[in-house]
């Protein structure tokens, strides 16, 4: 595999463009050799619809757009992000406030630590942000056979 791949969809920031956002990066992690039938895909499934929702919900319509970034460094990193074009940084809620919503970032951040990832969060120079994940790429480097162990 190369030593760094990179792709990147700008999708408009409705609802519709969750389940887009996240088919784009089911997708293209499938084609650099992430199955999508696995407990790693589906966790990225999960923290990518979190991402996207965040991005078309918390915007208030000041970003008419968001962009998913998807980037693999030398079989060894994996980082998603998303960017919008509104400047609010997204802030922690208290425990003790009870809301039906405002979570999402503390199961990011769950679900990114147990992978063995981080989350980071960065303000653009457009005055915009991008909140990303990034993990270990964990694909085995030979293909499994049925039996499950690693092909010669």
């Known amino acids: 595999m190369a030593d760094h791949l990179e792709s990147s969809v700008t999708l408009p920031s409705d609802p519709a463009s969750v389940s887009a956002a996240r088919a784009y990066v089911v997708d293209t992690l499938a084609e650099w ?18 991402l996207a929702t965040n991005a078309v919900l918390h915007t208030f319509g000041q970003s008419p757009t968001f962009t998913v970034d998807v980037a693999l460094d030398r079989d060894e990193r994996l980082r998603i992000g998303v960017t919008d074009s509104h ?19 503390v199961i990011i951040r769950w679900l990114t630590a147990e992978c063995g990832g981080r ?17 270990p790429w964990t694909v085995p480097a030979q293909p499994m056979t049925a039996a499950g162990q690693q092909e010669p």
Not at 33 to 50: C, H, K, M
Not at 87 to 105: E, I, K, T
């Open 119 to 135: 989350l980071r969060i960065r303000p653009t120079r457009e005055g915009g942000k991008t909140i990303s994940v990034e993990f």
């Open 33 to 50: 050799g992430l199955p999508a039938d696995t407990e790693v895909s589906d966790t990225i499934r999960l923290i990518i619809s979190e």
């Open 87 to 105: 400047p609010r940084l997204p802030r922690r809620l208290p425990a003790a406030v009870q809301q039906d919503n405002g979570r999402g970032l």
